[in-house]
């Protein structure tokens, strides 16, 4: 069977609405079931995708998950809304840039989109929402703004592109600081760009931002100065070589029980059962889909698909910024239909040896597999963080999508600076 059955297949199983792990599964074993001869039988896949979760790098995903759901039941997002309210309310554009902000730092908790989404979202944009904004818009901004919480540090899909690539964890977290910082500075300017056509309730802001600063500035940070401080203590043990990233999940997972528990008091005891619950449940699809991606990934090898398509370029491509739109546009359509996680695991090995002999660093080429992968995540028909951004808000997704196209577009044009321009990438990396 050739490896283009195996894709048709594949997206057909996608097209009729088989889970993506199921798909993985079937399109990894019909290749020795229709071939004897073929390497990958029924034992060998089963072994690939034992093997593929005997991972140490990857217990880092269900912490990053389990601390982001503690985080967001003990109202963290809340806190962090706060200061960057009170430093930017009275600007035009303030609160959407609060927002985009608040956004910015959860990503650096959860490491997740949709938990970004879900966690800012459930809180700002009824906020935004009373102060007079458009709720599309403002349910638009904070699906888009989600994105950032994949390429801040720390990142389940750098994680993910770690493992399948064999790069440094912790340069793959470093580098997609400044891209995010990019992408969130591009969603802020067109969030002022909206408020100057569109205009704002000055009165109503102003009352919320004056409420705020009658609390007094001591006040603020003093409640958010535990919520603040979360990051640090992650990326932080992680670039001090105190921990490793796996280690710095776990800590995450502490620190967020320790400051909901005692300092904010924000969840119980018996809340804890029902976290856990909520995590497993998250988290059990993530691990179906990575064992079966594991599997299909080693098909692949065998297959030689990586050697075919690397050879088809090589002998169409020979320019490096062709090859790189082409690229974008391959990840940017895999995006819209397949989730990030088997996307990482099944694209890593196929296309980091054609940009590698292309001279573009592996480290570089991770940063742009998952801002073109983040943009995914508010593109149909997948778009997670549409479909949550809606079920917070019973807004349809096609009008929530209609309403970020102009926030993609910033992301587009941010991601053609951090394509060309390898040093927004690399700079801080050691």
Same mark, same amino acid.
């Not at 540090?153 to 389940?156: A, D, H, R, Y």
């Not at 921990?243 to 999940?249: H, L, M």
């Not at 996307?343 to 090995?349: D, M």
């Not at 926030?407 to 992301?411: C, G, T, V």
């Given at each position: 069977?050739s490896?283009y059955?195996?894709?048709?297949?594949?997206?057909?199983?996608?097209?009729?609405?088989?889970?993506?792990?199921?798909?993985?599964?079937?399109?990894?074993?019909?290749?020795?079931?229709?071939?004897?001869s073929?390497?990958?039988?029924?034992?060998?896949?089963?072994?690939?995708m034992?093997g593929?979760?005997?991972?140490?790098?990857?217990?880092?995903?269900p912490?990053?998950?389990?601390?982001?759901?503690?985080?967001?039941?003990g109202?963290?997002?809340?806190?962090?809304?706060?200061?960057?309210?009170?430093?930017?309310?009275?600007?035009?554009a303030?609160?959407p840039?609060?927002?985009v902000?608040?956004c910015?730092?959860?990503?650096?908790? *959860? %490491?997740? $989109?949709?938990? &970004?989404? @879900? /966690? +800012?979202? =459930?809180?700002?944009?009824?906020?935004?929402? !009373? #102060?007079?904004?458009?709720?599309?818009?403002?349910t638009?901004?904070?699906?888009?703004?989600?994105?950032l919480?994949v390429?801040i540090?720390?990142?389940?899909p750098?994680i993910l592109?770690?493992?399948?690539?064999g790069?440094s964890?912790g340069?793959l977290?470093i580098?997609?600081?400044l891209?995010?910082?990019?992408?969130?500075?591009?969603?802020?300017v067109?969030?002022?760009?909206?408020?100057?056509?569109n205009?704002e309730?000055k009165e109503?802001?102003?009352?919320?931002?004056?409420e705020?600063h009658?609390?007094?500035?001591k006040?603020?940070?003093a409640e958010?100065?535990?919520?603040?401080l979360?990051?640090?203590?992650?990326?932080g043990s992680?670039? *001090? %070589?105190? $921990?490793?990233? &796996?280690? @710095? /999940? +776990?800590? =995450?997972?502490f620190?967020a029980?320790?400051i !909901? #528990?005692?300092?904010y008091?924000?969840?119980?005891?018996?809340?804890?059962?029902?976290?856990?619950?909520?995590?497993?449940?998250t988290?059990s699809p993530?691990?179906?889909?990575?064992?079966?991606?594991?599997?299909?990934?080693?098909?692949?090898?065998?297959?030689?698909?990586s050697?075919?398509?690397?050879?088809?370029?090589?002998a169409?491509?020979s320019n490096k910024?062709?090859?790189?739109?082409?690229?974008n546009?391959?990840l940017l359509?895999?995006?819209?239909?397949?989730?990030?996680?088997p996307?990482?695991?099944?694209?890593?090995?196929i296309l980091l040896?054609?940009v590698?002999?292309?001279g573009?660093?592996?480290?570089?080429?991770?940063v742009?597999?998952?801002?073109?992968?983040?943009?995914?995540?508010?593109?149909?028909?997948?778009?997670?963080?549409?479909?949550?951004a809606s079920?917070?808000?019973?807004i349809?997704?096609?009008?929530?999508?209609?309403?970020?196209?102009p926030?993609?577009?910033?992301?587009l044009?941010?991601l053609?600076?951090?394509?060309?321009?390898?040093?927004?990438s690399?700079v801080l990396?050691?």
């Open positions: 069977m490896a059955v195996v894709f048709l297949l594949f997206f057909i199983f996608l097209i009729i609405a088989i889970p993506i792990s199921i798909s993985l599964g079937i399109a990894s074993v019909l290749p020795g079931a229709f071939d004897p073929f390497t990958a039988s029924g034992k060998y896949i089963i072994r690939s034992l593929g979760m005997d991972s140490f790098p990857l217990l880092a995903i912490m990053f998950v389990l601390s982001g759901i503690i985080m967001a039941r109202g963290v997002s809340k806190k962090l809304f706060d200061v960057f309210s009170y430093f930017l309310g009275k600007l035009t303030g609160m840039c609060a927002v902000v608040t910015l730092f959860y990503g650096a908790i *959860s %490491g997740s $989109a949709p938990a &970004t989404v @879900a /966690a +800012v979202g =459930s809180m700002t944009i009824p906020v935004l929402n !009373s #102060l007079g904004y458009d709720k599309v818009f403002s638009a901004l904070v699906a888009v703004a989600g994105g919480g390429i540090p720390p990142s389940i750098f592109y770690g493992m399948a690539s790069q964890i340069d977290f580098a997609g600081v891209p995010g910082l990019l992408i969130g500075g591009l969603l802020m067109y969030a002022y760009y909206y408020c100057r056509k205009g309730d109503k802001i102003n009352a919320v931002v004056c705020l009658k609390k007094g500035l006040k603020i940070l958010s100065f535990w919520a603040i979360t990051p640090v203590i992650i990326l992680i670039y *001090s %070589g105190i $921990a490793s990233p &796996t280690e @710095a /999940a +776990v800590l =995450s997972v620190y029980l320790v !909901s #528990l005692f300092v008091k924000t969840i119980k005891l018996k809340d804890l059962w029902l976290i856990l619950v909520e995590a497993v449940r988290f993530i691990l179906f889909i990575l064992a079966a991606s594991a599997a299909f990934s080693k098909v692949l090898t065998l297959m030689q698909v050697q075919t398509i690397s050879t088809w370029i090589s169409n491509v910024i062709i090859m790189l739109i082409v690229i546009i391959l359509f895999v995006g819209m239909v397949m989730d990030t996680t996307a990482i695991l099944i694209l890593t090995p040896p054609i590698a002999s292309f573009v660093s592996p480290i570089h080429f991770g742009i597999m998952v801002v073109n992968l983040a943009i995914g995540f508010v593109t149909p028909p997948i778009g997670v963080n549409l479909f949550v079920s917070l808000m019973d349809p997704v096609v009008k929530i999508a209609s309403k970020a196209i926030l993609i577009i910033y992301f044009i941010a053609l600076f951090i394509t060309y321009i390898p040093s927004i690399l990396v050691g």
